[in-house]
C-alpha cells in the first residue's frame, strides 16, 4: 500500500523558512507527479506546487519566487523549500501523489503557522 508521510511543518516568524518533505512508501513514486497543496480555516485546498517524473515544475502565482519543490528519487522523498514567509501563507500543507496506477493518494497535512 502506498502512503505518504509529510514533515517539516511548525510555526516560524514572517520572512523565515521552512523546508517540508513528503515522503512515499510503496513503488509508484518513480512514476508519479508529486503535488504540494495548502488549506486555511474556511477555504479551499489549493494546489501549491508540482513536480513531474522528470523534474518539470509549476508554481501557483501566489507562491513563485519564494517556494521550490525539488524530489529525490533514491529517498522517494519530495521537498517544498519555503522562503520569505508571509502569514497569509499559513495553513495545512498536504501532498499528493498522481500516477496512471492509482487514484490521487494523499497524506495527512502539516500545519505551517507563519506568526510574529
Known amino acids: 500500500q502506498v502512503q505518504l508521510v509529510e514533515s517539516g511543518g511548525g510555526l516560524v516568524q514572517p520572512g523565515g523558512s521552512l523546508r517540508l518533505s513528503c515522503a512515499a512508501s510503496?513503488?509508484?513514486?518513480?512514476?508519479?507527479?508529486i503535488n504540494w497543496h495548502r488549506q486555511a480555516p474556511g477555504k479551499q485546498r489549493d494546489m501549491v506546487a508540482a513536480i513531474t517524473t522528470f523534474g518539470g515544475t509549476n508554481y501557483a502565482d501566489s507562491v513563485k519566487g519564494r517556494f521550490t519543490i525539488s524530489r529525490d528519487g533514491a529517498k522517494k522523498t519530495v521537498y517544498l523549500q519555503m522562503n520569505n514567509l508571509k502569514p497569509e501563507d499559513t495553513a495545512v500543507y498536504y501532498c499528493?501523489?498522481?500516477?496512471?496506477?492509482?487514484?490521487?493518494?494523499w497524506g495527512q497535512g502539516t500545519q505551517v503557522t507563519v506568526s510574529s
Open positions: 510503496g513503488n509508484i513514486f518513480s512514476n508519479s507527479v
Open positions: 499528493s501523489a498522481d500516477s496512471s496506477e492509482t487514484d490521487r493518494i
